[in-house]
DNA sequence: ACAGAGATATTTCTTAGGAAGAAGTTCATC
DNA sequence: GATGAACTTCTTCCTAAGAAATATCTCTGT
């Protein structure tokens, strides 16, 4: 059996990567479903908005400066700007200077950002509920939530 | 223990999205290390590159339907579009004509994308072997693989 | 045979994000 | 103090991808 995929070890190179592409489509497919209809505006909340909302919900004084959160949403500084400037027209963030350094400047949750944040973390946990819990059980939801932190912590 | 959120069932809103937000770390850190140094150019290989090569290889003749291949990567229709005139402009790609239905164009694997295609994938599977499997094992690897498949499928 | 519905690929327009560079700010060292 | 290194943000230019509109082509029903 030189070619057995199956087996209890050694997994070959065609099912590492099959296996590591069934994570890509399974993330594709489920993503969109998990932010539908969130945004106010309509449509649906594009992707990096809900973890900028979120972790700056989390934070003490609902704000972040700019470039410590563009790095946790993985975003390049000068991209982070402009989402910071679209979410600030929408009304859902403000910049503060800082007082102690001049150089940071703060992401600040409006009022209006922190009703959207608590909106949208309802919904998002809702649709969670449904597409992810019912289909792997609590139990397969902590046992994939422990295989990404290991991946996680191992690449950093 | 009203808000116990480790317990044995029923995950808090909390946990869900912390769990699900942990998967897109995980993947967002690791996934530019799995291509690196893939692209001859010099760079690293562009995400869908690696797909859309790797499908043309699996298909009979190397070939396949434009649409299809762009639903298969879940690209627009347009947007594939242009990502094969990059892929033919590169001399991986070329596209021919279907003599059965005139409205169907193939894209076909050039002698070089098929050696592109091996290469890439030999050192896909190094790299997966380095970040994924040494951290995981392989029966990590599997059950990652299983709860993958498992959300793919009852997204669709 | 023919009209219309559906499929297929491309083009055009818009938007999101990355890379590189400029300007201003702080901090450490002399 | 003065100088220079390092950091933060902003601006400009470029590429990638989505959406809508368009042109061809095929198929179905009458």
Redesign the pocket.
């Known amino acids: 059996m030189e070619s057995d995929t199956r087996g209890t070890d050694a997994p070959g190179d065609d099912e590492l990567i099959t296996a590591w592409g069934l994570v890509h489509e399974a993330l594709r497919d489920i993503d969109p479903l998990l932010l539908k209809g969130i945004d106010p505006s309509g449509g649906d909340m594009?992707?990096?908005w809900f973890e900028v909302l979120v972790r700056l919900q989390r934070s003490p004084g609902q704000r972040l400066?700019?470039?410590?959160l563009?790095r946790e949403v993985?975003?390049?500084?000068?991209?982070?700007?402009?989402?910071?400037d679209?979410l600030a027209h929408k009304g859902y963030l403000a910049?503060e200077a800082c007082p102690t350094?001049?150089?940071?400047?703060?992401a600040v949750l409006t009022p209006q950002g922190r009703a959207l944040a608590d909106e949208a973390k309802a919904r998002h946990a809702a649709l969670l509920r449904e597409h992810v819990l019912a289909v792997l059980g609590a139990d397969g939801v902590r046992r994939l939530s422990a295989l990404a932190r290991a991946l996680r912590d191992a690449a950093r």
């Open positions: 594009a992707g990096p400066p700019m470039s410590r563009a993985s975003l390049s500084s000068g991209g982070f700007t402009k989402l910071a679209r910049r350094d001049r150089r940071v400047v703060y």
